[in-house]
């Protein structure tokens, strides 16, 4: 059994932001790569932030992508509370062999830790006082992604707030202490915390686990400059659930933000994913966000799927705006998608792509219908086909194909004549899935029933 143990720390205060995501998926990644353990650990001591809804909606985000974990909430396991805010007694505990060591002491209601080393005064201008600081020894850093960093501390810092709840960098390294945590994988922000927490495991006489700061995520070019905000389009994960995208996708696309394999190949599953992810690999730069790449990837995905997996997503956006219910027929509704899975680049867009196809009440594109309907052949192109169609015997894709070059022969022009202005008669728009299966799929009685209606629509059209 490996002995990589990685943790996931979240502060359930709120949606869940891209780049906390991705920080899930790099401690996931890695701890499936090396066959370790992954530790989902709730950092939940701000009572007045945190909340059981931003938790229970979190936990639902982690299922959603796939990201499960081996210890945690709702799955236990030996190195518990996995709350923060259970382990009281573990913070006490290990406060009082800093106390014992002589490495504290009070002011103004807080606990600080007390750095070793020469103590000397220095004139702060922000601060307009005088401040006492500390000469300690370099820190060494050893970054997996940044190689050796050296930092210095030099104030003694707050442990336990004056409130008595105990402090961030406190208990972060008490739980990685006490859970034995071998690597800790999290975002650049907190490159500038490692210094104390490095200090804290020398005060416990603890090996440090191994650090990797991964890249901050950056805007999208076109939302300006900066680090990416939950603000900013596109930093909620939970919006591309709500926007019908595929968690696999999404996955694929966080796991790009700061990473990608040795090939540069851009679509990759789950395992994939595990097979391929080194966190060597990871760079230093911030990572870029860009919506179009994460459509394209998403996009990637839905064209891969079985036809039976992409219907159940599908079914889902299509019943979100009412064009299917439970007595749509499975088999049409196939159909439908499978003329128009490799054309259209997202579930969030499926609706208007089709809606044709479930629904009378569709929209008429107006762009569509000044282009279709300006030449004065339309009517006629239409009182043409109609009877045509109306007596085949057979509506499958030779016999209707056949239909419009026997016409077409008839007429010595080209079928060509007729396709446009049928697919607008029987959709609305000039664009869609290949014209002679949209015939097929929309089914004989439908398109007829149709072109009569465009007749009576248009029959003021001028004859040409």
Same mark, same amino acid.
């Given at each position: 059994?490996?002995?990589?143990?990685?943790?996931?720390?979240?502060?359930?205060?709120?949606?869940?932001?891209?780049?906390?995501?991705?920080?899930?998926?790099? &401690?996931? !990644?890695?701890?499936?790569?090396?066959?370790?353990?992954?530790?989902?650990?709730?950092?939940?001591?701000?009572?007045?932030?945190?909340?059981?809804?931003?938790?229970?909606?979190?936990?639902?985000?982690?299922?959603?992508?796939?990201?499960?974990?081996?210890?945690?909430?709702?799955?236990?396991?030996?190195?518990?509370?996995?709350?923060?805010?259970?382990?009281?007694?573990?913070?006490?505990?290990?406060?009082?062999?800093?106390?014992?060591?002589?490495?504290?002491?009070?002011?103004?209601?807080?606990?600080?830790?007390?750095?070793?080393?020469?103590?000397?005064?220095?004139?702060?201008?922000?601060?307009?006082?005088?401040?006492?600081?500390?000469?300690?020894?370099?820190?060494?850093?050893?970054?997996?992604?940044?190689?050796?960093?050296?930092?210095?501390?030099?104030?003694?810092?707050?442990?336990?707030? #004056?409130?008595?709840?105990?402090?961030?960098?406190?208990?972060?390294?008490?739980?990685?202490?006490?859970?034995?945590?071998?690597?800790?994988?999290?975002?650049?922000?907190?490159?500038?915390?490692?210094?104390?927490?490095?200090?804290?495991?020398?005060?416990?006489?603890?090996?440090?686990?191994?650090?990797?700061?991964?890249? =901050?995520?950056?805007?999208?070019?076109?939302?300006?400059?900066?680090? =990416? #905000?939950?603000?900013?389009?596109?930093?909620?994960?939970?919006?591309?659930?709500?926007?019908?995208?595929?968690?696999?996708?999404?996955? &694929?696309? !966080?796991?790009?933000?700061?990473?990608?394999?040795?090939?540069?190949?851009?679509?990759?599953? !789950?395992?994939?994913?595990?097979?391929?992810?080194?966190?060597?690999?990871?760079?230093?730069?911030?990572?870029?966000?860009?919506?179009?790449?994460? #459509?394209?990837?998403?996009?990637?995905?839905?064209?891969?799927?079985?036809?039976?997996?992409?219907?159940?997503?599908?079914?889902?956006?299509?019943?979100?705006?009412?064009?299917?219910?439970?007595?749509?027929?499975?088999?049409?509704?196939?159909?439908? !998608?499978?003329?128009?899975?490799?054309?259209?680049?997202?579930?969030?867009?499926?609706?208007?792509?089709?809606?044709?196809?479930?629904?009378?009440?569709?929209?008429?594109?107006?762009?569509?219908?000044?282009?279709?309907?300006?030449?004065?052949?339309?009517?006629?192109?239409?009182?043409?086909?109609?009877?045509?169609?109306?007596?085949?015997?057979?509506?499958?894709?030779?016999?209707?194909?056949?239909?419009? &070059?026997?016409?077409?022969?008839?007429?010595?022009?080209?079928?060509?004549?007729?396709?446009?202005?049928?697919?607008?008669?029987?959709?609305?728009?000039?664009?869609?899935?290949?014209?002679?299966? =949209?015939?097929?799929?929309?089914?004989?009685?439908?398109?007829?029933?149709?072109?009569?209606?465009?007749?009576?629509?248009?029959?003021?059209?001028?004859?040409?």
């Amino acid at each position: 059994m490996s002995s990589v143990r990685v943790r996931f720390e979240p502060s359930p205060t709120g949606s869940t932001h891209i780049g906390t995501a991705r920080t899930a998926l790099f &401690n996931w !990644l890695f701890a499936r790569k090396h066959s370790g353990s992954y530790i989902l650990r709730i950092a939940d001591t701000d009572r007045e932030r945190n909340s059981r809804e931003a938790l229970d909606e979190l936990l639902s985000v982690l299922r959603w992508l796939g990201l499960d974990w081996d210890e945690g909430p709702e799955v236990g396991g030996e190195y518990g509370p996995y709350f923060q805010s259970q382990r009281g007694q573990i913070y006490k505990d290990y406060l009082a062999q800093l106390k014992q060591a002589g490495r504290t002491y009070e002011k103004e209601g807080a606990i600080f830790f007390k750095l070793e080393g020469e103590r000397y005064t220095e004139y702060d201008e922000y601060h307009k006082a005088e401040i006492e600081k500390v000469r300690t020894e370099p820190v060494v850093i050893k970054d997996l992604i940044r190689g050796d960093v050296t930092r210095r501390e030099e104030r003694d810092f707050v442990i336990v707030r #004056s409130n008595g709840d105990p402090g961030f960098h406190f208990v972060n390294v008490v739980d990685d202490i006490a859970m034995k945590i071998t690597h800790v994988l999290r975002g650049e922000d907190h490159l500038s915390n490692t210094s104390k927490h490095l200090e804290l495991y020398k005060a416990f006489g603890a090996e440090p686990p191994a650090y990797a700061h991964m890249p =901050m995520i950056l805007k999208d070019p076109k939302q300006g400059k900066g680090k =990416m #905000s939950k603000r900013d389009k596109g930093a909620i994960i939970e919006e591309y659930e709500g926007r019908h995208f595929l968690p696999q996708a999404v996955v &694929n696309f !966080l796991a790009l933000l700061g990473w990608s394999p040795k090939d540069d190949q851009e679509i990759l599953s !789950l395992d994939e994913l595990i097979d391929r992810f080194d966190i060597k690999d990871v760079q230093k730069a911030g990572a870029r966000f860009d919506e179009k790449k994460m #459509s394209y990837v998403n996009f990637e995905h839905m064209k891969k799927l079985p036809l039976d997996r992409y219907t159940t997503f599908a079914k889902s956006a299509l019943a979100n705006r009412n064009l299917i219910d439970d007595s749509t027929e499975e088999d049409y509704i196939k159909a439908v !998608l499978s003329i128009c899975q490799q054309k259209i680049d997202s579930f969030e867009n499926l609706s208007d792509f089709a809606s044709y196809f479930f629904s009378d009440d569709y929209p008429i594109n107006e762009k569509a219908e000044k282009k279709t309907t300006e030449k004065g052949e339309s009517i006629a192109r239409i009182q043409e086909i109609t009877p045509v169609l109306q007596s085949l015997g057979d509506w499958q894709e030779t016999a209707i194909d056949s239909a419009f &070059n026997q016409l077409a022969e008839e007429k010595q022009v080209k079928p060509f004549a007729w396709y446009p202005v049928v697919r607008f008669a029987v959709s609305g728009t000039n664009s869609g899935p290949d014209f002679i299966p =949209m015939l097929r799929v929309l089914g004989q009685a439908r398109v007829v029933k149709r072109l009569l209606a465009f007749q009576d629509r248009y029959a003021n059209l001028a004859t040409g």
